[in-house]
């Protein structure tokens, strides 16, 4: 089993869709949660973090962490094509692992 | 500002050929460098990371060096370039519990 399991789709929605990206993890160590977003040939971006359990939002975007399920979502509400990116989640205690990524492709 | 510079974006070399790949950071001091390999599919897999000048830990073994001359440099190696080293490269450094990406470099080897 690896230690962050990441969907990697391809997930394609319409402009304005709510998008829900998800991964699984099992090291109960894990601290800090991560998702960042990566354009085609650029390097991974850190979109949004947080500490143990519970939500946090920015702008359209929204990051939940459910630590007792070993599961993290990030949503981005009305979409944009600009959204389009491969997202990947991390998580890290002393070390960082990171997800595979999930292909989004939102279309006008 | 805190600025990451990875150099070159795309690199196609033949097999048995050396690799030397460069990153600097700008704008902080003593931090913490990675290298990195992303696999279409299979993620990041870390490869190397220094605290320090002259300090380098391998994760994976593997026909690639690592070695960090200056406090901002970190340097990516290969004496003999083999097929299955073909893959996306980035430099990172640590900020918080998170890291901060180079805009990567594309290697293919043919």
């Known amino acids: 089993q690896k230690e962050v399991e990441q969907d990697p789709g391809p997930l394609s929605v319409p402009e304005g869709a709510i998008v829900s990206l998800n991964c699984t993890y099992s090291?109960?160590?894990?601290?800090?949660f991560m998702w960042y977003r990566q354009y085609s040939r650029k390097g991974p971006e850190l979109l949004m973090y947080?500490?143990?359990?519970g939500n946090k939002e920015d702008g359209r975007f929204t990051a939940q962490v459910d630590k007792s399920s070993k599961y993290i979502s990030l949503f981005i509400r009305d979409s944009q094509p600009s959204d389009s990116a491969t997202y990947l989640c991390?998580?890290?205690?002393?070390?960082?692992?990171f997800g595979a990524g999930t292909r989004l492709t939102v279309k006008p | 500002s805190q600025t990451i510079h990875q150099w070159p974006a795309t690199l196609v070399q033949p097999v048995g050929s050396p690799l030397s790949l460069e990153c600097t950071v700008e704008?902080?001091?003593?931090?913490?460098l990675y290298w990195y390999r992303q696999a279409a599919g299979r993620g990041l897999q870390l490869l190397f990371y220094?605290?320090?000048?002259?300090?380098i830990s391998s994760e994976v073994p593997q026909n690639l060096s690592a070695s960090r001359p200056q406090d901002r440099q970190f340097i990516l190696s290969s004496k003999k370039l083999l097929l299955s080293d073909s893959g996306f490269y980035l430099c990172?450094?640590?900020?918080?519990?998170?890291?901060?990406f180079g805009s990567g470099t594309r290697l293919t080897v043919v």
């Open positions: 991390a998580m890290s205690n002393n070390d960082m692992r």
């Open positions: 704008g902080t001091s003593n931090p913490n």
């Open positions: 990172a450094w640590s900020v918080g519990p998170g890291r901060i």
């Open positions: 947080t500490y143990s359990s």
């Open positions: 090291n109960s160590a894990f601290q800090y």
């Open positions: 220094s605290v320090g000048i002259g300090q």
